[in-house]
């Protein structure tokens, strides 16, 4: 469990869901943790979670889509917490709708968070890795980067791109030690997709999943963990999917 004593991670939408999920199973790895979040005040209260259980967190507000407020917030955590070895680029603002219904803001919007966010943590975080010998870098994407999701035009091509980036990225960052994979998951439980979905929705999902469950938020922590950590020392590049076999069941 605590494969990360000593290591310095960035989760990025962390107040809530999969991300929370995740910068608490870094922290239970051994973790300092950075929580960056739209509301420092929301990022704050992961930060809280973390500290008491006796860990190291801090919050930071941050619009992950906007350059230069990277830039910021990557520097106040270097300052803060002495360095970086994990970035994990999660956070996500999505709207599921008809083709027809699409708008340039909803557009705009999405591809900010979704995708110009991976590419600025990308860019804040490679050199900090470099001059430390190297890092880990892991974006969530997601299965329907590979399967067609009804009203997700804008989600499915976001996530898509999330996934051709992680690979160009590991190619290019590789020679300086630093690696890139991305974690793909199904549906996760968090209170986001039980608002989102009814319970009949739901059940067809879990019946149409070979492990017959819809993924918890730890089943991603922990793979994030694992990617993040020196066990996946020689991984690089690769979109883990982790879907309890969704993705591999035709009917
Ligand atoms: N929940 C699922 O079923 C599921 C499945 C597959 C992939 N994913 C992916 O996992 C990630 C997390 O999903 P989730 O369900 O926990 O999402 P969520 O909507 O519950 O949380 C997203 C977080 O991102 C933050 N955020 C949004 N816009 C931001 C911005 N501009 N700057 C900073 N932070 C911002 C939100 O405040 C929130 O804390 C996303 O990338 C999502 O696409 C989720």
Same mark, same amino acid.
């Given at each position: 469990m605590r494969q990360l004593e000593g290591k310095t991670a960035i989760v990025t939408g962390g107040s809530r869901g999969l991300g929370r999920a995740i910068a608490v199973r870094l922290a239970q790895g051994g973790a300092q943790i950075a929580i960056f979040d739209l509301k420092r005040e929301w990022a704050q209260k992961t930060a809280d979670l973390i500290e008491n259980a006796g860990?190291? !967190? /801090?919050?930071?507000?941050? +619009? *992950? %889509?906007d350059g230069e407020a990277m830039t910021l917030a990557f520097e106040q955590t270097t300052e803060c917490l002495g360095g970086l070895d994990i970035l994990v680029n999660n956070a996500m603002w999505n709207r599921y709708e008809p083709i027809a219904d699409i708008t340039s803001e909803t557009v705009q919007r999405m591809t900010g968070v979704g995708? %110009?966010?991976?590419?600025?943590?990308? #860019?804040?975080?490679?050199? /900090?890795? #470099?001059?430390?010998?190297?890092g880990a870098i892991i974006n969530i994407a997601s299965v329907s980067a590979q399967l067609g999701l009804n009203n997700g035009l804008v989600y499915c091509g976001i996530k898509a791109g999330v996934t051709g980036l992680?690979? !160009?990225?590991? *190619?290019?960052?590789g020679p300086h030690s630093i690696r890139v994979n991305a974690v793909s998951p199904s549906t996760v439980a968090t209170?986001? *997709? #039980?608002?989102?979905?009814?319970?009949?929705?739901?059940?067809?999902r879990e019946g149409r999943t070979p492990l017959k469950r819809l993924g918890q938020p730890e089943d991603i922590?922990?793979?994030?963990?694992?990617?993040? %950590?020196? +066990? !996946?020392?020689?991984?690089?590049?690769? *979109?883990?999917?982790? +879907?309890g076999g969704l993705a591999n069941a035709f009917l």
């Open positions: 860990g190291k !967190a /801090i919050a930071l507000g941050c +619009d *992950v %889509s995708f %110009s966010a991976v590419v600025w943590g990308i #860019q804040e975080a490679a050199p /900090i890795m #470099q001059e430390r010998g190297g992680t690979r !160009a990225a590991a *190619v290019e960052l209170e986001g *997709v #039980q608002k989102m979905l009814t319970a009949e929705k739901i059940a067809d922590a922990n793979a994030v963990a694992f990617l993040g %950590s020196d +066990d !996946a020392a020689f991984i690089t590049g690769q *979109v883990l999917t982790v +879907d």
